[in-house]
């Protein structure tokens, strides 16, 4: 079993840059692949990065494509969404999301564990 804690969220002006961290527990954290979801008010979740278990291979939202990169480190159990040009409508709450068999998912049926996310509100 996996637990999740992202952190990173906050209030940022429309151009400014965060740094998101999804912290794992356990020891087989690198064994799994990794997403970024957001979920704004009123509205389902939906999928904006991930990485495979490897870090080889990545997967974004075409919204985020070019703005946003996922990386990980396993050696620190952390999953990394650096977020540039922020604009108003990527205002959500973000969650990391852990699957072992499923790579480059984009559907949250396809994440076994999630953490409790954090807010991102981006300013006009």
């Known amino acids: 079993q996996v637990q999740l804690v992202e952190s990173g969220g906050g209030l940022v002006q429309a151009g400014g840059s965060l740094r998101l961290s999804c912290v794992a527990s356990?020891?087989?954290?690198?064994?799994?692949?990794m997403g970024w979801f957001r979920q704004a008010p009123g509205k389902e979740r939906e999928f904006v990065a991930a990485?495979?278990?490897?870090?080889?291979?990545?997967y974004y939202a075409d919204s985020v494509k070019g703005r946003f990169t996922i990386s990980r480190d396993n050696a620190k159990n952390t999953v990394y969404l650096q977020m540039n040009n922020l604009k108003p409508e990527d205002t959500a709450v973000y969650y990391c999301?852990?699957?072992?068999?499923?790579?480059?998912?984009?559907?949250?049926?396809?994440?076994?564990?999630w953490g409790q996310g954090t807010q991102v509100t981006v300013s006009s």
């Open positions: 999301g852990a699957d072992r068999t499923v790579v480059g998912g984009r559907l949250p049926s396809q994440y076994d564990y």
């Open positions: 990485i495979d278990w490897r870090g080889f291979s990545t």
């Open positions: 356990g020891r087989t954290f690198s064994r799994y692949n």
